[in-house]
């Protein structure tokens, strides 16, 4: 059975950093692209970052683009995120996710499996 279990999230003031890491089980997910997503209340789950399968390429979104940094470990079946530079408006819900393929995708409908999710939570 796969599973995804996402840790790190936690309460932290604005400015501050928080890693977040997503580690998998139930089968070798490094021939597939990761990304994470967040959900805050109210709102539709959105695209946060992705990496391929060789975690040689990534992609951001452009409200976090040069803020976190997502990276893998294929040898520990892990994904990260390290959010430096947190805002408010970063507070969700985040999620971490299998792709179908190798390929970065943004589309929610594009990712297999899901976490449960971990929560972040920004202070002004």
């Known amino acids: 059975q796969v599973q995804l279990v996402e840790s790190g999230g936690g309460l932290v003031q604005a400015g501050g950093s928080l890693r977040l890491s997503c580690a998998a089980s139930g089968r070798t997910f490094s021939s597939y692209a990761m990304g994470w997503f967040r959900q805050a209340p109210g709102k539709e789950r959105e695209f946060v970052s992705a990496?391929?399968?060789?975690?040689?390429?990534?992609y951001y979104a452009d409200s976090v683009e040069g803020r976190f940094t997502i990276s893998r470990d294929n040898a520990k079946n892990t994904v990260y995120l390290q959010m430096n530079s947190l805002k408010p408006g970063d507070t969700a819900v985040y999620y971490c996710a299998v792709a179908r393929g190798l390929k970065i995708t943004y589309y929610t409908y594009e990712y297999d499996y899901w976490g449960q999710g971990t929560q972040v939570t920004v202070s002004s």
């Open positions: 990496i391929n399968w060789s975690g040689g390429r990534t």
